[in-house]
């Protein structure tokens, strides 16, 4: 296997967080007494898909003002609290504390309390997160980006192009670390929403439209992804990974993805090609080079080099691959590969073909 | 209450007995145009199906209660969830909310004999059964709705769910919105025209205010989901291309059209709480509310403004960068007439003298509860932060935390506010704190945890996660906490039921309740009041004098409105007596239109379209029949009417 | 409206004397107070509603129209063939004419002239139905030349003309309706109430279909 794909694998079968470098001092900033609770909570735990990774600059700022708008909400949350908590506390006696009855002064908390502040709160809220922080979601300028890369979404997988080269993928974004990368988001049937929460915003993959965000991830690493707009049946096994690597291995990887399938060495991957080529599979998956054409699933060409199968629901390994084929939709009820029949014995042939697409 | 009663009085109340008596038993309850019964139907009704939505919520719970469970399969997971979000939304909160609670306080507290079309009002009852009845009967043939109830295209259209699932989503929300339009008009029209004499704007009830301003907001909105389905509906059963990218259309007309009905709707769903909170408040704190008219105003701009919003349902679908500032900002300017509420309300509990009684303490649990779902919905206002959150489960801790704290919490503070004006006893005050601390810690254990769930990435909609994912803990969480909220729900109905019969006599007033309700016996009878009151002052029943001369003139006959089911009508504005209005009587009509209706929408569904227009046409007739000249109606004068 | 007593509200008691015992619930005081009413009576205000309900309706479509246009690169598509403009304008010109004669029914109606009230509504109803009978007809022909299930402009298209002949068959039979129980019955303050909400629905329908014909006339504006 290809270095890295251990640790990739450790998104499927339950590895911790590796150790990533924390960005700045948000951490400790958000840290207010007054949510010591919440917020304890949250920084203790930072698993693989949480947002305040920080693992991109885009994500830094948004947890930024994650925890701020924390802090702001646990003041005005507390100071509430600490209101209704006075009238428990004084519930036999009529009147403000301290001021007394008037209504005058009554009418004046509300005013106060109920449009002075809440306008100055919101109006910086306003202008940190809708006015400054949202540049640094949008869609990056024309120009200001490297490369890119086009992901389309298909019910319950994705399919990953290069532009420029023949390279394609399927459910693994690889992309260079440093580099400013536009991911162009489409899909091929419904909607689905891109979400690598650790390095971007998710974008929404609609028909009929070609949405963009800037990708970019400082260090090497895989970034677990999954899909956030309700898609069908499979929506919760819809799940990809971005991998950055060094720019170097990534050209490396980009130039072996041109290559076409590797060509079956055994008897028994011969066997497998064959049972590959018969019973139909090439309707619906590639295999570059060979007659095996079909766009409905994942490209298959490289499918050795990936370390999981079917959007990340099954490790790839061979007696995996092998149930795989044998009988998909007991792995994952509802997916658009039918049962197509093969025996175990069988499957086990096509799965030490398909095992050697590298 | 007609015990101590003079004899010419009584002769007065017994002869309004008479006028307005009505049939006993199930046909009584089937034609009855009591504004009264017709809410405890809606109630009942929407009880059931908040059971219904509670099970499905349960078992949401218990499928995400570790990871890789297999109670529920993918296919019923998607159709449970859905369920659960259109029943709760449709089905539960708003014939709660306008249908119950509104249908059986608005015209006492504004001292009316009932509401202003009082067979509409049933045909509203009976047509928003109907298509509760028609929701479930697509969950029991397997073939519910599945598409969450935002039911985005085209994953809704027939080339990606060709069943009749979102069919009957479809027609089930036109049949519903039917039913809601019909309850929101006439909701608008008995405030504005049936008012006591004296009860000018500014001096009706917060709670009124509120409902209206619910109500206006179901009439303008529910035609955009109308729309939204309609187009659907042409797509899915006749090869229309509204939503096909592939034809010039574009899925993301849906998403506009439904959040411009999605967006008015959740503050629909918000405003007649507010209205409950406005009215519990003011009687156990023993004061009257502070800023009294901004709190009004407040109640109407929420729902005025609610209508600008609807795209920050949809910062993450790639609009252009311009366009999600303008309603981020938007977004936050709602923010506002909220602030003002709240802090009128915490005011108000601060200068009183608070008596921490059952519904008093639930509004407390409202007012932490909306504190919290209102701060993560500006989190969510922020335009980065929601382009990650989105479709995260921190909304669904928003929108539980708004919609379960925010909304359910005042109603169900507000069933037992009114359980002994409705019942004529008292329920039982150690059970009922009790249920409040089990249903409040319930609420916080199941739902805090959700915002760090999304937080974590947790996306919603998922019917199961992996191990690896390290969602596992805060999800036993969350289903501990739905199962302690189920005990403290239960407790409530428990309580509820058990005074029903066991419960001390209530009396007319217990409370010292400050408005129109409270002057009337408990249960009030079926004319509502015996003489017609007139009001002075937005705290009626804290006027002592109008009350005594209301007796006073019952004893002397004037006001009884006796010579039918009469009820004043007043002029929009300052109340001034205009006119008498005959109220018909009970008639069979609503129901067998219901019926028909539903028979029809059956046969669309079954896309038996000859069959539906066929029935559409009896429905037709039997609205033709409907308007028969009331009894003993003589023709205007010459001259005529104006 | 402050000061004065409410219970003396406009110099009017609430209940001129105890009223005489009586079982059946008849509406005649209706007629009594209701000939010196002086807001709009609630049949008026709820078919207001209603008819702004349905005005959001077609305020959705019309946007919907117009939506799915500034998205279109070409808008109608390409061969698509163009709304005919003539006849279109001269049938919408002859319904927003039925406007007249409704009002007037209206007027009749609280004149208390029963004949004059028929008379009228039945012209309108009359000029209504060829209305209908004639854009029905055309409907079916437009289905032909411009299928829905070509584009979404032709969806658009179709939709708004099929939801607008659905509010003109309403209101014909509401005027059917109506003309059926003026002519068995009197004309009762509900009755005028009623002719006055037939009325009202007619104007709003008139104004959407000015409208719809406008909308639907961009193309070659
Ligand atoms: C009862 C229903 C209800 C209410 C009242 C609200 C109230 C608000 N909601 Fe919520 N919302 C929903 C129900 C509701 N919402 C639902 C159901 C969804 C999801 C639908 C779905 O996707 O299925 C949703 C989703 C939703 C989104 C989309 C998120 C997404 O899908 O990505 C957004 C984004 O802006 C939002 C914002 C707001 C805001 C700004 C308010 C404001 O009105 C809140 C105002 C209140 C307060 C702020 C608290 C009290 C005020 C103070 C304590 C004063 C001081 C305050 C400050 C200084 C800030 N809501
Ligand atoms: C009014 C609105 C409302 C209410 C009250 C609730 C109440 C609850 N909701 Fe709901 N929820 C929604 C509206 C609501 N929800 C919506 C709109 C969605 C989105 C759907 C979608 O994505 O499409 C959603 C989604 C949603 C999800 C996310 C599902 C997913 O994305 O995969 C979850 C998960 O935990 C959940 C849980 C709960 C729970 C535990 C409750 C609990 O509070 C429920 C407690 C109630 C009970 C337990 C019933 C108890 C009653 C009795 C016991 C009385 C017995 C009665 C008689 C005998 C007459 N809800
Ligand atoms: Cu794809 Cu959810
Ligand atoms: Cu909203």
Redesign the pocket.
């Known amino acids: 296997m290809r270095a890295g794909s251990q640790e990739r694998l450790q998104g499927v079968a339950g590895g911790g967080p590796q150790a990533r470098p924390v960005r700045g001092g948000s951490r400790r900033r958000g840290a207010l007494a007054l949510l010591l609770l919440a917020a304890a909570a949250l920084s203790g735990c930072g698993g693989q898909q949480s947002i305040l990774r920080s693992d991109s600059h885009q994500t830094h700022v948004i947890s930024v003002l994650w925890w701020w708008m924390l802090a702001a909400a646990g003041v005005v949350f507390a100071g509430a609290v600490v209101l209704l908590v006075l009238a428990y506390v004084r519930r036999g006696r009529a009147g403000l504390p301290f001021v007394g009855e008037r209504e005058s002064l009554a009418g004046a908390m509300v005013i106060v309390f109920g449009i002075a502040v809440p306008l100055i709160v919101l109006l910086v809220l306003f202008g940190a997160s809708d006015i400054y922080a949202v540049r640094f979601s949008e869609a990056p300028p024309a120009g200001s980006t490297s490369m890119s890369v086009e992901v389309k979404g298909h019910q319950w997988w994705w399919e990953i192009h290069y532009p420029g080269t023949a390279a394609v993928s399927a459910n693994e974004i690889h992309i260079p670390t440093g580099t400013r990368v536009r991911l162009y988001a489409t899909t091929a049937d419904v909607i689905h929403s891109l979400w690598v929460p650790s390095l971007a915003r998710k974008i929404d993959m609609i028909p009929g439209r070609t949405n963009a965000i800037l990708l970019e991830a400082p260090s090497p690493g895989s970034y677990l992804g999954q899909c956030s707009e309700f898609c069908g049946l499979q929506h919760s096994y819809m799940r990809f990974t971005v991998i950055a690597e060094p720019r170097a291995s990534f050209e490396a990887w980009l130039a072996d993805m041109e290559r076409p399938a590797a060509a079956p060495a055994s008897g028994e991957q011969r066997e497998g090609q064959q049972l590959f080529m018969s019973k139909g599979c090439g309707g619906c998956h590639r295999l570059a080079g060979t007659s095996a054409e079909g766009t409905v699933g994942p490209d298959l060409t490289h499918l050795a080099t990936r370390s999981t199968l079917a959007a990340l629901t099954i490790p790839d390994t061979p007696s995996e691959l092998a149930a795989w084929i044998e009988n998909p939709q007991a792995i994952k009820p509802g997916n658009h590969m039918p049962d197509l029949g093969l025996s175990g014995a069988q499957a086990k042939k096509v799965a030490a073909f398909l095992g050697e697409m590298r | 209450m007609a015990s101590t009663l003079s004899p010419p009085a009584r002769a007065h109340v017994e002869l309004l007995e008479r006028v307005w008596e009505e049939r006993k038993g199930v046909f009584g309850w089937v034609t009855t145009v009591d504004h009264k019964r017709i809410g405890l139907m809606y109630l009942f009704a929407s ?2 199906f ?2 219904a ?2 099970v499905e ?2 078992l ?2 218990t499928q ?1 209660i570790g990871p890789q469970q297999h109670l529920l399969s993918p296919e019923t997971y998607d159709e449970i ?2 369920m ?2 259109i029943t ?2 449709f089905l ?2 708003i014939p709660m909310t306008t249908g119950a609670f509104g249908n059986y306080l608005v015209p006492l507290m504004i001292g009316a004999r009932d509401m202003a079309f009082p067979r509409m009002n049933a045909v509203s009852f009976w047509i928003f059964l109907g298509s509760g009845v028609f929701l479930y009967v697509a969950l029991a043939t397997g073939q519910a709705p599945n598409a ?3 039911d985005y295209v085209p994953l809704a259209s027939k080339q990606f769910d060709p069943g009749t699932n979102i069919d009957f989503y479809g027609y089930g929300l036109i049949f519903n919105g039917i039913a809601s339009t019909a309850t929101a008009i006439n909701i608008i029209v008995t405030i504005f025209k049936l008012r006591a004499p004296g009860m000018s704007l500014n001096r009706m009830p917060l709670f009124c205010y509120a409902f209206l301003a619910a109500a206006f907001s179901l009439v303008f909105a529910l035609p955009a989901l109308t729309l939204a389905t309609i187009f659907l509906e042409l797509d899915r059963q006749l090869g229309f291309h509204f939503y096909d990218a592939g034809f010039g259309g574009d899925p993301l007309l849906w998403q506009n059209l439904f959040w411009i009905f999605g967006h008015p709707e959740v503050y629909i769903i918000i405003l007649p709480a507010f209205g409950i909170a406005t009215s519990i408040i003011p009687t156990f704190v023993h004061r009257r509310m502070v800023m009294f008219p901004m709190v009004a105003l407040a109640e109407l701009l929420v729902a005025f403004l609610g209508f600008g919003v609807w795209a920050h349902h949809m910062f993450a679908v790639g609009l252009p960068t311009l366009v999600t500032v303008y309603f981020a900002a938007t977004s936050l300017i709602i923010v506002i007439p909220s602030a003002i509420q709240l802090f009128a309300w915490i005011t108000t509990i601060l200068t009183g003298k608070p008596e921490f009684t059952t519904p008093l303490l639930w509004i407390i649990g409202f007012i932490v509860f909306f504190i919290i779902g209102g701060l993560s919905g500006v989190t969510v206002a922020a335009i980065p932060f929601d382009q990650q959150v989105n479709a995260s489960y921190y909304i ?1 801790a928003h ?2 935390f708004v ?2 704290g925010g ?2 919490f005042p109603i169900l503070g507000g069933l037992y506010y009114w359980f002994p004006k409705v019942t004529g006893r008292m329920y039982h005050e150690g059970v009922g704190k009790l249920s409040f601390w089990l249903s409040f810690i319930g609420t916080l254990v ?1 739902f805090f945890p959700m915002h760090i769930a999304g937080i974590e990435g947790m996306p ?3 019917y199961t996660y992996t191990a690896a994912s390290g969602w596992t803990t805060l999800n036993a969480l ?1 289903s501990a906490g ?1 199962y302690l ?2 005990a403290g ?2 407790l409530v ?1 428990v309580n509820l039921a058990v005074s029903l019969f066991k419960g001390a006599p209530a009396g007319a007033d217990p409370w010292g309740g400050d408005t129109l309700e409270w002057a009337t016996s408990s249960p009030p009878p079926a004319y509502n009041y015996a003489v017609i009151p007139t009001v002075s002052s937005a705290y009626p029943m804290w006027d002592e004098e109008d009350r005594e001369r209301d007796r006073r003139r019952l004893e002397r006959g004037q006001g009884l409105l006796a010579r039918g089911h009469e009820t004043p009508g007043t002029t929009v504005q300052d109340a001034l007596l205009d006119e008498v209005l005959a109220m018909p009587p009970s008639s069979p009509l609503p129901a067998l239109v219901g019926a028909v209706v539903f028979a029809g929408f059956i046969a669309l569904v079954l896309a038996h379209f000859l069959i539906a227009a066929g029935i559409g046409g009896l429905a037709a007739a039997l609205l033709v029949a409907w308007h028969v000249p009331p009894r003993g109606e003589k023709p205007a004068a010459e001259g005529g009417a104006r | 409206m402050s000061g004065a007593h409410p219970d003396a509200a406009g110099g009017r008691e609430l209940s001129l004397a105890p009223q005489r015992p009586s079982l059946a619930p008849t509406p005649a005081a209706a007629g009594r107070v209701a000939s010196r009413r002086r807001a709009l009576p609630s049949g008026m205000w709820g078919m207001a509603l209603f008819l702004g309900a349905e005005s959001m309706l077609f305020a959705g479509l019309i946007s919907s129209y117009f939506y799915l246009d500034f998205r279109a690169t070409r808008w109608p598509p390409a061969g698509a063939r163009l709304p005919e403009t003539l006849i279109p304008s001269i049938l919408t010109a002859v319904l927003v004419t039925t406007s007249v004669p409704v009002a007037l029914a209206a007027r009749r109606a609280i004149a208390g002239r029963r004949a004059a009230t028929m008379a009228l509504l039945g012209l309108a109803a009359f000029v209504q139905s060829g209305y209908l009978a004639y854009q029905l007809h055309d409907l079916v022909d437009q289905v032909h030349s411009l299928p829905p299930q070509g584009s979404a402009y032709a969806s658009a298209y179709i939709a708004l003309l099929g939801l607008h002949h659905a509010h003109v068959l309403l209101g014909v039979l509401l005027d059917l309706g109506m003309l059926f129980w003026l002519a068995l019955s009197g004309l009762s303050d509900y009755r005028v109430t009623g002719v006055r909400c037939v009325a009202l629905y007619w104007h709003v329908v008139n104004v959407i279909a000015v409208a719809v014909l406008l909308t639907e006339l961009t193309p070659v504006l």
Do not use: K, N, Y
Request: aromatic share 16%; no cysteine; glycine share 10%.
């Open positions: 009880m059931a908040f059971a939505g509670g919520a349960l949401i719970r995400l969830f859905t659960h979000g709760m939304i539960v909160v969450g109830w935002f669904v929108f539980h919609i379960f909304a359910v199941t919603r909609r998922i969350e739905a909220l189920a729900l239960l109905i």
